[in-house]
């Protein structure tokens, strides 16, 4: 099993979430997937920390966060506490990247920070060093089910270059559109994570699923 796999509850039954929990806690997931959302910087809104913080009580996976918000600095800490093992900021609403990196490890979190499609890696090349994990966006961020970005596939495989050449200890999230299909061409080209909301959640047998993109 070389994935790890991030199972996004932004499409999980909101009514039996706690149930939905229990199934990734059974599953072979390596982390919970949440997806923050203000309304500013894309155009949803989904929840936020006292989410976080309830299904932090029950959840036996780490909550990996990605924050998609403006001035996520003020908001940092306050995930942190509630239970957030790794938190994803944008590089496209982080005026100082270095400074907010370094204030998510201050508070013993890993750091990571997202790419919309748009956005080239090559951006992140003075920093590479610093990251915990970087989270690429196959799909425009704010709403699930949408088609996969086949230029994602590049970026990856560019991303990959750029931390084998500089030999960076960080990994590399995918989000969006993710299935079976997409999941092994990403992981082929040097991928380590892969966040699947939809396909998951929207299956007879999410925890099958999940196992079947383990053993891609």
Known sequence: MRALVSPSILSADF?????????????????????VMDGVFVPNISFGIPVIKHVKTIAQKPLDVH????????????????GASIITVHYEVCRHLHRTIQLIKSFG??????????????????????????????????????????????????????????????????????????????LDVGANVLVAGSFVFSADNPSEIISGLKSL
Request: glycine content about 6%; overall charge negative.
């Open 15 to 35: 009514n039996n979430l706690g149930t939905d929990i229990e199934m990734i806690n059974k599953s072979v997931a390596d982390y919970i997937h949440f997806d």
């Open 109 to 186: 979190a890993k750091a990571s920070v997202c790419l919309n499609p748009h956005t080239p890696v090559a951006v992140l090349e003075d920093i590479i060093g610093d990251l915990d994990m970087v989270l690429l966006m196959s799909v425009n961020p704010g709403f699930g089910g949408q088609q996969f970005i086949e230029n994602t596939y590049k970026k990856v495989a560019q991303l990959r270059a750029m931390i084998d050449k500089t030999n960076a200890d960080c990994i590399i999230e995918v989000d969006g559109g993710v299935n079976y299909e997409t999941g092994k061409k990403l």
């Open 67 to 82: 924050l998609m918000i403006v001035e996520p600095d003020k908001f940092i800490e306050p995930f942190v506490e509630a």
